[in-house]
Antibody
């Protein structure tokens, strides 16, 4: 199970830190991703972090503004979002990636981020 | 960036009918393609991985095929719970991308 938290209303230019708490599986051996969905729109991949945290990738739309990290001892994933823009408004999902499946097999319920003045 | 184009955008069908959804990649992705189902207010659910392998617990009426640039998700006989939006996604290189989605609606 994955449970996101930390969403909310933030002004343009502000920051927010999302968390994703994992339970029921060995978090430390799985790659993790963040995916977002703007209201009424499709899915957009945001970020990836390897199981050990040594490999990280971002979508161009967030590169340089977002950072991703994980605490394997605490079974948690984080997304630090800085310099937020209106177009970052979306539901943010964390998703487990199964290395064998090359796909996202477990998703959280999502947390809403609204960037507005 | 690999662009995934899904067609049609909307598919209007009746329960019991066959649904055929297409996903075309702007460049080859081998079989590094997955399909997800999303219902309103819910998180996406993995249906198919590696282009043709059903995920755990997915009914046999869902099947995937294709490789390279052309992929198909087929639902052999639509059940009421299958009316939803379907997305394809590649895992070939960075950045990962999703298709724009196909909405399967009740006719």
């Amino acid at each position: 199970q994955l449970v996101e938290s930390g969403g909310g209303l933030v002004q343009p230019g502000g920051s927010l830190r999302l968390s994703c708490a994992a339970s029921g599986f060995s978090f430390s051996i799985y790659e993790m991703n963040w995916v977002r969905q703007a209201p009424g729109k499709g899915l957009e991949w945001v970020s990836y972090i390897s199981s050990g945290g040594g490999h990280i990738h971002f979508a161009d739309s967030v590169k340089g503004r977002f950072t991703v990290s994980r605490d394997n001892a605490g079974n948690s994933l984080f997304l630090q979002m800085n310099s937020l823009r209106a177009e970052d408004t979306a539901v943010y999902f964390c998703a487990r990636e199964d290395d064998y499946f090359d796909a996202f097999d477990i998703w959280g319920q999502g947390t809403m981020v609204t960037v507005s003045s | 960036e690999i662009v995934l184009t899904q067609s049609p955008a909307t598919l209007s069908l009746s329960p019991g009918e066959r649904a055929t959804l297409s996903c075309r990649a702007s460049q080859g992705v081998s079989t590094y393609l997955a399909w997800y189902q999303q219902k309103p207010g819910q998180s996406p659910r993995l249906l198919i991985h590696n282009a043709s392998k059903r995920a755990t617990g997915i009914p046999a009426r869902f099947s995937g095929s294709g490789s390279g640039t052309e992929f198909t998700l087929t639902i052999s006989s639509l059940e009421p719970e299958d009316f939803a939006v379907y997305y394809c996604q590649h895992r070939f290189n960075w950045p990962l991308t999703f298709g724009g989605g196909t909405k399967v609606e009740i006719k």
